[in-house]
């Protein structure tokens, strides 16, 4: 089993930056990559971010330029670092780990862009 422990989060004015992380804990052999996605009101949950054991990053269009997904070397831990931060990336941003088969949820920080 895989879990997490996530920080970060929290009300931000458009245009501001807060930096999201998540460390996973449990049996971690074998975690193949870690990321985030998130999910606006009433919208579907989206990728955001994902990096893989060997370095390969996916980033959403949306994010591009603005979110930097990095992680903290030797250890499963992976950071989000919001910056421009517009109310559409209001929701909840659930990190995600990949062992093996499956794949693994946090809770989610609650992120509000608003003024």
């Known amino acids: 089993q895989v879990e997490f422990v996530e920080s970060g989060g929290g009300l931000a004015q458009p245009g501001g930056s807060l930096r999201l992380s998540c460390s996973a804990t449990g049996n971690t052999v074998s975690v193949s990559g870690m990321g985030w996605y998130r999910q606006g009101p009433g919208e579907q949950r989206e990728l955001v971010a994902y990096?893989?054991?060997?370095?390969?990053?996916n980033t959403a269009d949306s994010v591009k330029g603005r979110f930097t997904i990095s992680r903290a070397y030797g250890k499963h831990t992976v950071y989000l670092q919001m910056n421009s931060l517009k109310p559409e990336d209001t929701g909840i941003y659930y990190c995600n780990a990949h062992r093996l088969a499956r794949e693994y949820w946090g809770k989610g920080p609650l992120v509000t862009v608003s003024s």
């Open positions: 990096i893989t054991n060997g370095g390969s990053i």
